[in-house]
Every structure is written in C-alpha cells, then in structure tokens.
C-alpha cells in the first residue's frame, strides 16, 4: 500500500549543497541498490525518516547516501547498525510514521538540521520546504534532488478533506500543499523532510493522489515526538 517513489510535482532542480542535511534512504542487494526514500540527519550518528520505510527493512540491507544531488551515484555511502520504528506504528493507519536510523560510526561532516522544539504550530500559509527525489510525473524517475515550497494548511481543513478517506488525520499529522493542487511531494518522498524556518518540522509520510486539488500532503509532526525523539537519540 506503499509505494516509495519520490515524486516532487513542479518542483525545481536543487543541489544538495542547499538541503546538506538530506540523504537517500537506500536498500542494497547482492546486485545494486536503489533509492527508497528521503531521510535527515538529526545529529553525526542519526537519521529521521518515516516508518513506513523501515518497517520491511534490516540493517544489514540498508545503505545511505549522502552529500550528492543524485540517489544513484556521487556523495558517500554510510552504513547502518540500527533501525528504530515508533512502538505506536501502525501501517493500517500510519499514525506515528517516525523512524530513526543509526550509523555504525558518526559521520563527521553530517550537516544536522535542528529539530522543532516547542507545540507551537506555524501558521497555516507559512511556506516550508519539501525536497527529494522520485518521479516528477507519473513516468519520468528523477535521479536529480528538486524541490517545492508548499503552504502550511489549517489542521480542521485538512481533517474535513480525508474525513472518510483511507486515513484519519491524527495530532501526530499536519498537512502542507495549495488547495488547487499542482504541487506537492508524492509518494515516495516518503522520509524526506518538511523544513520550515530552517528546522525539521515534518517528515514526508502519505497522500491521496499526488498533487491533487483539495488533498494535501500529510507530514509526521516532530513537535509530536520530541520526547521519543530525545529518549532514542539523545538528540
């Protein structure tokens, strides 16, 4: 019921050098590896990405690349010694979509975003930034980073717009996108961050359709499981 390919729809081209806190969340086989979601360095040692992308993963399947514009080569690749998913995840439902990953050592140069801090939310119409790989329409694969900044959306607006759908918007969420539609993080930006004011707010987690009118992008709240967050990390 997950597809994780990244699709940020009329987004534009970024670098890396801009978001150096974004990584590819990627599964390695005996043969290749490949891009399955967006994750954030929280701290030298750890990384913030959705639930949904850790719970058929182990460890020694996993690999992240970081510092390059482009999930299938350039940057480095880090390995992973732990995979922690919310004890309240529930993928019938994806409330509590948060996952962390441990590297196996720091990684010295990580460039850390900070964390959310206080319940305060951000006002809906604040603009945040959303990057990632993924599609950007329904065929194309892009392997280069793009970007979009998308509005915060009122929490009762979003409620009334997925009320009967799939899922239930739950306090654990909060929702970014234009009412119209035509942009937005799709699928598979599935880990990936939502920045706003320069600190991860939200981690990409689900959507009806991909840049739909009347259906917003919904994000994990940091603000939600900043104890957790703490408890797991020290972060």
Not at 176 to 205: H, M, R, W, Y
Request: charged share 20%; with cysteine.
């Amino acid at each position: 019921h997950h597809t994780s390919q990244f699709r940020i729809i009329n987004g534009a081209s970024a670098s890396i050098t801009q978001f150096p806190y974004l990584v590819s969340v990627q599964r390695k086989t005996f043969y290749s590896r490949y891009h399955i979601c967006g994750g954030t360095f929280i701290s030298l040692q750890w990384i913030m990405t959705a639930a949904h992308c850790l719970v058929a993963e182990t460890t020694d399947g996993l690999v992240i690349r970081a510092e390059s514009s482009f999930h299938d080569r350039g940057g480095v690749l880090l390995r992973v010694d732990v995979i922690i998913v919310h004890d309240q995840y529930a993928n019938t439902d994806d409330d509590y979509d948060f996952g962390l990953i441990r590297l196996r050592r720091p990684f010295r140069r990580a460039q850390v975003v900070g964390l959310r801090n206080g319940p305060k939310r951000f006002p809906p119409g604040f603009l945040c930034d959303v990057m990632g790989w993924g599609k950007t329409n329904y065929s194309k694969v892009s392997y280069r980073l793009r970007r979009v900044s998308l509005p915060i959306v009122k929490q009762s607006i979003c409620q009334a717009a997925y009320r009967g759908r799939r899922y239930n918007v739950t306090r654990r969420m909060l929702c970014a996108g234009f009412t119209e539609g035509g942009q937005d993080a799709c699928k598979g930006d599935s880990g990936g961050p939502l920045v706003c004011n320069k600190t991860l707010t939200g981690i990409i987690s689900w959507a009806i359709g991909c840049a739909s009118r009347n259906f917003y992008g919904v994000y994990s709240d940091i603000t939600q499981v900043r104890a957790w967050i703490r408890n797991k990390t020290g972060v």
